[in-house]
């Protein structure tokens, strides 16, 4: 059988599925068997306890799904004392995605952190919903090399740093992450975007924010990583729309080490071990032996 096998800057991992933040909680292990992942990523931790956006937070739109979740969480203290929020139990390696208002409050995580038994950290700089007004902090590539680079000082884990779907600056934005010590960019988050409720004259969700994602951005996000990869050396993980063993193949060829599984799981809470099942005869149908030589072969033509 075919060897599953990535790295990713340090972190080894069985194979290259893993969830996207905040799409499950520990409660998926009752759906399926967690411990065949490459790795858990977790919902986004904040220093303290904050509650989110007011509900109804989640819609469908074509293709896809449109979120304004606005990231509650218990707060890192509460988090790190109730067994990494219950994802350590898991059985596969876990990464913490951490977020903040400001560079201190981000900070503030990775301190809470340190030595907390997480295989990695994933700082989302990325997220399309917070308070800010939708700005995200990689916007701004030298406010978020600050904020990574101190993280990367407070960790002992690899750091891994989520982008959003840019497509003039994702490259810089990638290199800024690089340089500042991320030993791996995840591309992409959700893609902001709009659903209009006509009767109410209002967004359907919330005051107005909110992140695409799905089928409906696979194409723009593989276009995203595809540009990223090129850009730096560090790895890539690709997040996008993913709902087959299919979507890695190309997510892989496209310049992705690893994979992350999101939308999909709401309707398909067991997909992402089935897509773990079906890596083996996907390599044997592409003819590889190790799925990682599969990592940004994409060729083209004059
Ligand atoms: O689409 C997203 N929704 N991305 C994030 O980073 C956070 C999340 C939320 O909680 O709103």
Not at 155 to 179: C, E, N, R
Not at 212 to 229: D, E, I, N
């Amino acid at each position: 059988p075919a060897d599953l096998r990535v790295e990713l800057g340090g972190l080894a991992l069985a194979n290259p599925v893993m969830p996207a933040s905040g799409c499950f909680g520990p409660e998926l292990a009752d759906l399926m068997p967690v411990d065949v992942l490459g790795a858990v990523v977790t919902k986004t931790v904040f220093a303290t306890a904050r509650p989110g956006n007011r509900t109804h937070r989640i819609t469908e739109v074509s293709h896809g799904m449109l979120n304004s979740v606005g990231i509650p969480s218990q707060g890192a203290a509460e988090f790190r004392r109730s067994g990494l929020g219950g994802y350590a139990a898991l059985g596969a390696p876990v990464v913490v995605s951490i977020g903040g208002l400001s560079t201190a409050e981000y900070w503030r995580v990775a301190d809470e952190l340190a030595g907390a038994g997480h295989a990695a950290l994933e700082v989302n700089v990325s997220c399309p919903n917070l308070e800010r007004g939708g700005a995200t902090l990689d916007t701004d590539p030298r406010a978020m090399s600050e904020v990574v680079a101190g993280v990367v000082a407070r960790s002992s884990t690899p750091v891994l740093v989520k982008l959003s779907p840019q497509l003039q600056t994702i490259g810089d934005a990638a290199k800024a992450a690089a340089d500042a010590g991320a030993s791996a960019v995840t591309v992409c988050n959700s893609f902001p975007g709009l659903a209009v409720n006509p009767a109410r004259r209002e967004p359907e969700l919330g005051n107005g924010t909110g992140g695409v994602s799905g089928p409906a951005v696979k194409p723009l996000a593989l276009r995203l990583v595809w540009l990223a990869a090129q850009a730096v050396d560090i790895p890539v993980v690709g997040c996008g729309g993913i709902r087959s063993a299919a979507d890695v193949a190309e997510f892989l060829v496209a310049g992705a080490t690893a994979v992350q599984v999101g939308t999909a799981t709401f309707a398909q809470p067991a997909l992402m071990a089935r897509i773990v099942a079906e890596l083996p005869a996907l390599a044997a149908r592409l003819g590889v032996d190790r799925l990682a030589d599969l990592i940004a072969t994409l060729t083209t033509r004059p």
